[in-house]
């Protein structure tokens, strides 16, 4: 299996749009491997009422990039539902879940590709610059994309993306 590396394989010195656009086709990617091991039921187990199953963290991950990204950094119109992404449970299958989150990515990609990172963001409460708003969105992503695998760690062992660092 062919795991994604596309922060550390590309050229050095790329620009901090460039490298959050890899990172983030990164995230999705192990999102997706994550979650091809897991059956649709467990997409959307949760292991009490407080936390999150991996469905609800994909729903939200693309809710904040529609936010942060595609509306706050590219202008286009997304109107969120934050409270919904949590209370979400068997709404998408696991195929939708990782189109819509393929797609964001997608369209986050194409809006990194040219933007302007000295614009002023004002979304959720926040007034940010556009530096500010996408390392925001980059390490959202990341947080949860770590929770996402966590939990597919848990409920499929024997899942290792680093298996060269074992020994480390």
């Known amino acids: 299996m062919e795991l994604p590396r596309y922060a550390f394989k590309g050229e050095v010195g790329r620009s901090f749009p460039e490298l959050s656009a890899a ?58 539902d934050r409270a919904n992404e949590f209370r979400a449970s068997h709404s998408r299958s696991k195929a939708e879940l990782l189109a819509y989150l393929t797609e964001t990515v997608e369209q986050c990609r194409a809006v990194l590709s040219n933007v302007n990172l000295d614009k002023r963001l004002s979304l959720q409460g926040y007034d940010v610059d556009g530096l500010a708003g996408l390392y925001h969105a980059v390490e959202h992503a990341s947080q949860h994309t770590g929770q996402i695998l966590f939990i597919v760690k848990q409920l499929a062992p024997g899942f290792e993306f680093y298996p060269q660092h074992a020994d480390e």
């Not at 199953?53 to 590219?74: E, F, P, R, T």
Request: aromatic content about 8%; overall charge neutral.
């Open 23 to 80: 990172l983030l086709q990164e995230y999705a990617d192990k999102i997706r491997i994550g979650l091809g091991r897991l059956s649709e039921e467990q997409v959307w187990w949760r292991p009490n009422r407080e936390c999150n199953s991996a469905g609800n963290l994909v729903l939200h991950i693309c809710g904040n990039l529609s936010l942060w990204v595609l509306k706050g950094l590219g202008g286009i119109d997304y109107e969120r």
